[in-house]
């Protein structure tokens, strides 16, 4: 009778090579061309599958060190192995990862699997699944999809199961989209708190992402890029610089998801905000005060694109500013402007109502009277003779 001994290094050395052969088997360039089945007969696996397919496991936690992870990896095959009994088999991979090879029929078990690793051994884990194959040495193709499913984990979120027939293509980012950037800058100026900033750096990746999902590595890299662009504007603009925290490139990188890079930059936008010295505020309040006298000046002619123009300004960020510094937008206030020269038109002058309406800057007559009733309460001409009364 074999010693415990004995038995326990048979099961370690079979282990080993049972890792061994699949990590060769999915490293191949090409479809194995040898007598899978027996392969894994020899292996003391089940060589029988119905529609294979290749699920693969990677862990959410964090390790200290590559011994750490190496351990975590481990106990998550020996477990599994234990405790799957449909003939699935489960390996380390050279990545990282566990994998999983089963039949497509029993695909139910993936949702369990991950359940029962949360349940019993607190692990969390994301699952990348790939799509089946009609023969057992065309497998590796449903490694890479798995593989492939995992990197949707930067969309999907952490502790997610994603099937690789679930999914589009990544779209290319052809380049940089610098007018973006401006427009977040700008509404980054604008913002006066936390949840603005948020909803500005949503609103850049909505656009940015309008098309498609990118992959990660192009997010990383368009997201160090714009934190670097913003990073310049606003010292540019800043003649007393205060201390802030800057962003870290390699803090980014090991960012997983899309949700946390999100937060990264908001995050770092709002200590930037703070760069932004009380000179730049006293600015603004210069600049909206000289728009309105512009708006009044030339009320006839005046528009969100001229006035802008005078005050050395873009439109969009003027449109930001003047809402955020008034409470109303650049068009309310430019008609509230206009109505009240209206009314000291009609109050003052006998010029006939479609020569007000042109004056303060109405070329449609009709529509100059239906605005006026609306603001006022009355028509241009029963104003008018409320007036002479």
């Known amino acids: 009778m074999r010693s415990e001994g004995l038995l326990f290094k048979e099961d370690v050395i079979m282990t080993w090579m049972r ?20 392969s894994l007969s020899q292996l003391q696996l089940n060589p ?97 999809q798995a593989a492939r499913a995992l990197q949707f984990k930067f969309y999907r979120g952490t502790g997610s199961i994603i099937y690789y027939g679930e999914l589009g293509r990544f779209e290319s980012l052809k380049q940089y989209p610098s007018e973006h950037e401006k427009d977040l800058y700008d509404a980054f100026k604008a913002s006066e708190t936390i949840e603005e900033i948020q909803i500005c750096v949503e609103q850049f990746y909505g656009r ?38 800057r962003f870290d490139v390699m803090s980014i990188v090991k960012l997983e998801t899309l949700a946390e890079t999100k937060k ?20 603004h309040r210069s600049i909206i005060k000289k728009t309105i ?8 002619y005046a528009s969100l694109q001229s006035v802008a123009q005078k005050v050395y300004m873009t439109p969009t960020y003027l449109s930001l500013l003047f809402k955020l510094n008034t409470g109303k937008t650049f068009i309310e206030h430019l008609t509230d402007i206009r109505i009240d020269k209206a009314k000291d038109m009609l109050r003052s002058t006998h010029f006939k109502n479609y020569e007000v309406a042109e004056k303060v800057g109405y070329q449609d007559p009709r529509y100059f009277s239906q605005i006026f009733k609306k603001k006022v309460g009355l028509s241009p001409s029963e104003y008018r003779e409320s007036i002479g009364r």
Not at 19 to 37: G, Q, W
């Open 264 to 283: 990264y930059v908001a995050h770092f936008l709002v200590g930037l905000r703070d760069v932004l010295s009380h000179s730049q505020k006293e600015s």
């Open 48 to 144: 029988y599958y119905t529609f294979p397919a290749m699920a693969l496991l990677e862990p959410t936690a964090h390790f200290s060190d590559e011994h750490e992870k190496v351990l975590y990896l481990e106990r998550m095959r020996d477990h599994l192995q234990k405790n799957i009994s449909n003939g699935s088999v489960v390996f380390v991979d050279e990545e990282g990862r566990v994998g999983l090879l089963f039949s497509w029929v029993s695909k139910d078990q993936i949702q369990m699997i991950q359940s029962m690793l949360k349940e019993q051994l607190h692990l969390q884990v994301n699952i990348g699944v790939g799509k089946p194959c009609s023969h057992l040495c065309d497998v590796v193709h449903s490694y890479r």
């Open 208 to 245: 940015i992402l309008q098309k498609g999902p990118l992959d990660a590595q192009s997010v990383y890299d368009l997201t160090v890029r714009l934190l670097v662009g913003i990073e310049k504007r606003v010292l540019t603009e800043t003649e007393n610089v205060i201390a802030y925290e």
């Open 293 to 300: 006298h512009h708006m009044e000046q030339e009320c006839q």
């Open 19 to 38: 890792d061994r052969f699949f990590r060769n088997l999915v490293a191949s360039a090409s479809p194995v061309k040898m007598d899978l089945k027996d």
